[in-house]
């Protein structure tokens, strides 16, 4: 990987995980409720349906669905572990559990001679 691909993957990582936050959204609605009042002066429900859509909508929404992305994420990747451990534990048990019923076989097979 070049330098240039190595700084442009850290930028983008730095800038996501800025914007996937919740303060970010909050930044963004009071940047987009600046131009609310112009909105609203112009009287045009094209204008005033236009910053709904174009500017709150998108501007918020962008950081609030990442942040949702990001809960989502840990989540599931909480829960993969869990069972991961979950299913080491139960292949432990299930060694122990085949080894004791190879020493039951080798018993019944001495038993049987």
């Not at 700084?7 to 987009?32: D, Q, S």
Request: a neutral charge.
């Amino acid at each position: 990987m070049s330098r240039v691909d190595t700084f442009n993957k850290f930028i983008a990582e730095k800038i996501t995980a800025g914007v996937a936050t919740m303060w970010c959204a909050y930044l963004f609605a009071i940047i987009a409720l600046i131009s609310l009042p112009n909105a609203i002066k112009s009287g045009d429900t094209l204008v005033i349906v236009s910053w709904i859509a174009q500017t709150f909508l998108q501007l918020v929404l962008l950081s609030i669905i990442m942040v949702g992305q990001s809960v989502s994420s840990a989540k599931l990747t909480q829960t993969i572990n869990e069972t991961h451990e979950a299913s080491l534990i139960e292949l432990a048990e299930l060694k122990v559990i085949s080894a004791e019923i190879q020493r039951l076989i080798r018993d019944l097979e001495e038993k049987v001679k």
